[in-house]
């Protein structure tokens, strides 16, 4: 996002859709011998959504889009341009936005893509969507970006706590119920790191776990950087004005640790833990970051939705009787291995608050079945098996899902969906 944008262009409406199931951290800790607390406390998770074969990077991302366009009455004629950010498609070469195009009914005249850049994938989306719309190119339509993907480390790994699943959909205009984008606040980052990647011939992703947290704080600490030098008035970056802050989150506690190199950027130093300034951030992430972080915690890394399924955890709690004043300045941070990484700045509109029942997914997430662990283990074998070959059959009536999307099997080499609009 560069340069002369419309201040106003950003997200119009939001929504999350997930698995039905899910594992308790506990259990999981439990069974691999592990202290809870290091789960719950120390990574700050406490549930893992669960995918059952039928729930794929598609039929997540149609049943997030579907939620978006009817949640907020948006006519799927008004979509001219869908892209879906992943880092876990389902063909070498199809993009998951096609499939997802035609589950949705989206017009032909529609510009229609994938991005992939580990956990960034849909930040590139949307600053492609939002460069379209300020650029004139819309002509009054709108943009549709899908972040959906399956976190697999495998079992027994350490990156088995930090699984998890689940798609959001967002519609960026140039008229935002909900967030507008300030263009000229935005950093940029990229550098060729090995921190996280999954290789060809691989369902699950390999990571250097500790030097993958390294190389995120110091995409922070770029990405700044660049905003700073960018938006030619420094103090609008400053963290004391900001409502809240969303990062990037594989796990809650990688959060925290970002709200610290956020202040510690911004100060110039380190902060060591007895340091003057250290109660303060503290409290800053307290008071401008945990609050936000409850679906992070039930439902586990979602890769490149991870960052937006905060932002939706802060709106659906603004008070629609007793809304805030004014529009909310924020700052999200989008993160993705490899490693790439933006900052930029948004605003809370003012009448955002209206919405904020609209985009709750916490009824849905409710009603989520619990799984143990041998069942999770049944559930990750019978995924691999799902479409390592032709004549693959998944029934959505085996887990009694509810949903309106499924992967119903791959036959004459075709992968095929259950729902949609055709
Ligand atoms: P680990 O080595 O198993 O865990 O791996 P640890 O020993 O580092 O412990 C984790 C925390 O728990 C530590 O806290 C411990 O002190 C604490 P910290 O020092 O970090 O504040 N702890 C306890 N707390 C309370 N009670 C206890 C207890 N025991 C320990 N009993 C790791 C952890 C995250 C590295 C691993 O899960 C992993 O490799 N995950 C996958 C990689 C990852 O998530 N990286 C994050 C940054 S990269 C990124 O975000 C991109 C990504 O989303 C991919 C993409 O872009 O597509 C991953």
Redesign the pocket.
């Known amino acids: 996002m560069t340069g002369t944008h419309p201040p106003h262009v950003g997200i119009d409406a939001m929504a999350f859709h997930g698995p039905e199931h899910y594992v308790d951290m506990s259990d999981l800790a439990r069974a691999r011998g ?5 789960f ?4 700050g998770q406490r549930q893992m959504a669960v995918p059952t074969p039928c729930e794929d990077t598609v039929s997540m991302a149609a049943a997030a889009g579907r939620r978006a366009l009817r949640g907020f009455d948006i006519d799927p004629a008004e979509i001219g341009m869908l892209i879906v950010g992943t ?1 876990t498609g389902v063909d070498h070469s199809k993009p998951v936005a096609v499939y997802v195009h035609d589950l949705l009914g989206l017009s032909e005249r529609c510009r229609t893509f994938e991005t992939k850049h ?3 994938g849909a930040m590139a989306g949307l600053t492609a969507a939002v460069d379209w719309i300020a650029a004139g190119r819309a002509r009054g339509r709108k943009a549709l970006i899908i972040a959906s ?1 399956i ?1 697999r ?1 495998g079992v027994g ?6 699984q998890g699943a689940g798609a959001v959909a967002m519609v960026i205009s140039a008229a935002p119920r909900l967030l507008a984008l300030d263009a000229d606040a935005a950093g940029d980052y990229t550098r060729q790191v090995m ?2 990647w999954r290789p060809l011939y691989s369902k699950y ?1 390999l ?4 030097y ?2 390294a ?2 704080l110091d995409a922070l600490s770029g990405a700044l950087a660049d905003a700073r030098d960018k938006c030619g008035a420094p103090e609008r970056l400053a963290l004391a004005s900001m409502r809240a802050c969303f990062y ?1 989150v ?2 809650v ?2 959060a ?2 970002a709200h610290h190199r956020h202040w510690e950027a911004e100060l110039g130093r380190a902060i060591a833990p007895g340091d003057a300034a250290a109660a303060a951030v503290a409290a800053s992430y307290e008071s401008r970051v945990a609050p936000w972080l409850d679906l992070n915690a039930v439902v586990g ?1 979602i ?2 939705g ?1 960052l937006f399924l905060a932002l939706i955890d802060y709106l659906r709690r603004l008070d629609p009787v007793d809304p805030p004043a004014g529009d909310l300045p924020v700052s999200l941070f989008s ?5 790439g990484a933006a900052f930029c700045l948004g605003r809370v509109q003012a009448g955002a608050a209206r919405y904020a029942a609209r985009l709750d997914p916490q009824p849905a997430l409710a009603r989520r079945r619990k799984l143990d662990v041998p069942a999770y283990e049944a559930m990750l074998a019978a995924c691999e098996a799902a479409d390592e070959s032709d004549h693959a059959v998944a029934d959505p009536d085996a887990w009694q899902l509810e949903g309106d999307f499924f992967y119903v099997g791959t036959r004459d080499h075709v992968r095929r969906y259950r729902g949609g609009t055709r």
């Open positions: 592990v202290d809870p607390g290091k719950l406390q120390g990574l880092e580990a956990c960034y993907d976190a480390y790994t350490a990156g088995e706590p930090t921190d996280f992703a990571a250097d776990g500790h993958s947290i190389c995120y990037h594989p796990f506690k990688m925290r640790k890394n890769y490149t991870s993160y993705g291995s490899g490693c």
